[in-house]
């Protein structure tokens, strides 16, 4: 018997692949479709995540490709109301974000996993069964069925995720849903290590440097938004951007319209199956915390089941995950939750409050401090080392 099936091969499953493989279990990722290329989703990875893609040995590649992001600038109406450092963070050697595509980061992740020894199949979960022993995992390839036994499952497939409701586990909203459009393009005359949130009445403009020639550029859809052009987007640009900057939209490299919710899943954990990423908790983009949330709960899950494996208390070590990552998540929420609401502000008295409230903690060095922990994840949980010991 298997000691742990992974559905989902985004940078959930395959974390937590790297993770337990490189520990010597046995472990297998199934994922339904292979990979997109060329179109980006996620394009931040903060400290926290980084710190994990180091104890796996990925984050060598990842730095060699990304873009360092040093600072992240928030705007009034074009009028800077805080530049927060990341290179003010304590107890880092990272000191910097990581702008770099999930496609690159999942091509970085597989390769390390493989390299571990893991093994990756292209295949359909269409059912589970479990008992007190082992998980039955019904797949299907190319119409035929197929079925895997293993000691633990791990669903990390998705927002959609099948694992979870066939678990009859319930997502619940906690937030708005918005929608966004994005895209990847080359643009000159913009900073390369800064993350910018630009916000003015009318709506606004994240930008954010990565994969050393991109950036990436996203706005809150509205129905009168013109169609995705490089027009369009150097319009919004001029209008929304920094005073004194002078981007130019050279090149739309992709785009995509998508809506976005908060929600989290009643429960992470169901007997032996447990949930991870985005098939345990969504989120808009604001604030780019959604990939890296899915990052520290498949480091969490699966340092949890070495730990189970090592002592043999299966069961105490592995309960504790769901609640654990459950109090983590309602915190990057409500970060994420707070990030979209600053952004969607339109009343004067309520932007007059907002850039109060921004100029407040850019200037107290605790709060800047705080702000900056907070979007890197680092206020979490305390660093753990590979091998360290998880209470239950
Ligand atoms: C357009 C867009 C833009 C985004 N932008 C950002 C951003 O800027 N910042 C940010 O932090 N996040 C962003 N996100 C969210 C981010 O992409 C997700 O948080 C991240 O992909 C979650 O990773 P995951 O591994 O949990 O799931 P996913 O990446 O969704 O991976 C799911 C995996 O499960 C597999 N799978 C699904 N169903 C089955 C099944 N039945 N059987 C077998 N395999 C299955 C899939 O093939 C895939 O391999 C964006 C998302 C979208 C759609």
Redesign the pocket.
């Given at each position: 018997v298997l000691d742990v099936l992974i559905?989902?091969?985004?940078?959930?499953?395959?974390t937590a692949g790297c993770v337990l493989a490189r520990q010597g279990l046995s472990v297998r990722v199934?994922?339904?479709?292979?990979?997109f290329t060329g179109?980006?989703?996620?394009?931040?990875i903060w400290p926290r995540a980084l710190h994990i893609m180091e104890s796996i040995g990925a984050v060598e590649p990842l730095v060699s490709i990304g873009s360092r992001v040093t600072r992240v600038g928030y705007y009034s109406s074009g009028e800077s109301i805080g530049s927060f450092g990341l290179d003010r963070l304590q107890d880092t050697r990272f000191r910097f974000a990581l702008g770099v595509s999930?496609h690159e980061t999942?091509a970085v992740l597989e390769s390390v996993f493989r390299a571990a020894g893991g093994d990756i199949s292209d295949?359909?979960?269409?059912g589970l069964e479990q008992d007190e022993q082992q998980v039955t995992t019904r797949?299907r390839t190319d119409g035929r069925e197929s079925a895997w036994s293993s000691r633990l499952l791990v669903g990390?497939?998705?927002?959609?995720?099948?694992?979870r409701e066939l678990l009859g586990i319930a997502m619940n909203d906690v937030g708005p849903r918005v929608s966004?459009r994005?895209a990847d393009a080359v643009v000159g005359g913009l900073p390369e290590d800064e993350a910018s949130y630009c916000w003015t009445p009318g709506g606004g403009m994240a930008i954010?440097p990565h994969d050393r020639h991109a950036h990436?550029l996203?706005y809150r859809l509205t129905p009168d938004a013109p169609d995705a052009s490089p027009d369009s987007f150097q319009r919004l640009l001029d209008a929304r951007g920094p005073n004194g900057s002078h981007g130019v939209v050279r090149e739309l490299i992709s785009t995509?319209d998508?809506q976005?919710r908060f929600a989290v899943a009643a429960s992470f954990s169901a007997g032996r199956c447990h949930l991870?990423?985005?098939?345990a908790h969504?989120?808009a983009?604001a604030?780019?915390?959604?990939?890296?949330?899915?990052i520290l709960?498949?480091d969490a899950l699966a340092r949890r089941i070495v730990e189970s494996r090592r002592n043999g208390a299966a069961e105490n070590v592995l309960a504790g995950y769901s609640v654990e990552r459950q109090d983590a998540i309602r915190k990057i929420m409500a970060t994420a939750v707070e990030h979209a609401r600053d952004g969607g502000l339109r009343s004067e008295p309520d932007i007059a409050e907002r850039d109060q409230r921004y100029r407040g903690m850019w200037n107290d060095p605790a709060l800047h401090m705080d702000r900056m922990a907070r979007l890197s994840q680092l206020d979490i949980d305390p660093l753990r080392t590979e091998g360290a010991r998880i209470s239950a």
């Amino acid at each position: 018997v298997l000691d742990v099936l992974i559905v989902g091969a985004g940078p959930t499953g395959l974390t937590a692949g790297c993770v337990l493989a490189r520990q010597g279990l046995s472990v297998r990722v199934v994922r339904k479709h292979r990979p997109f290329t060329g179109h980006s989703r996620a394009s931040v990875i903060w400290p926290r995540a980084l710190h994990i893609m180091e104890s796996i040995g990925a984050v060598e590649p990842l730095v060699s490709i990304g873009s360092r992001v040093t600072r992240v600038g928030y705007y009034s109406s074009g009028e800077s109301i805080g530049s927060f450092g990341l290179d003010r963070l304590q107890d880092t050697r990272f000191r910097f974000a990581l702008g770099v595509s999930q496609h690159e980061t999942e091509a970085v992740l597989e390769s390390v996993f493989r390299a571990a020894g893991g093994d990756i199949s292209d295949a359909e979960v269409v059912g589970l069964e479990q008992d007190e022993q082992q998980v039955t995992t019904r797949l299907r390839t190319d119409g035929r069925e197929s079925a895997w036994s293993s000691r633990l499952l791990v669903g990390a497939d998705g927002a959609n995720s099948t694992v979870r409701e066939l678990l009859g586990i319930a997502m619940n909203d906690v937030g708005p849903r918005v929608s966004f459009r994005i895209a990847d393009a080359v643009v000159g005359g913009l900073p390369e290590d800064e993350a910018s949130y630009c916000w003015t009445p009318g709506g606004g403009m994240a930008i954010g440097p990565h994969d050393r020639h991109a950036h990436r550029l996203a706005y809150r859809l509205t129905p009168d938004a013109p169609d995705a052009s490089p027009d369009s987007f150097q319009r919004l640009l001029d209008a929304r951007g920094p005073n004194g900057s002078h981007g130019v939209v050279r090149e739309l490299i992709s785009t995509a319209d998508f809506q976005a919710r908060f929600a989290v899943a009643a429960s992470f954990s169901a007997g032996r199956c447990h949930l991870a990423g985005d098939s345990a908790h969504v989120m808009a983009p604001a604030g780019g915390q959604g990939m890296n949330s899915g990052i520290l709960d498949a480091d969490a899950l699966a340092r949890r089941i070495v730990e189970s494996r090592r002592n043999g208390a299966a069961e105490n070590v592995l309960a504790g995950y769901s609640v654990e990552r459950q109090d983590a998540i309602r915190k990057i929420m409500a970060t994420a939750v707070e990030h979209a609401r600053d952004g969607g502000l339109r009343s004067e008295p309520d932007i007059a409050e907002r850039d109060q409230r921004y100029r407040g903690m850019w200037n107290d060095p605790a709060l800047h401090m705080d702000r900056m922990a907070r979007l890197s994840q680092l206020d979490i949980d305390p660093l753990r080392t590979e091998g360290a010991r998880i209470s239950a």
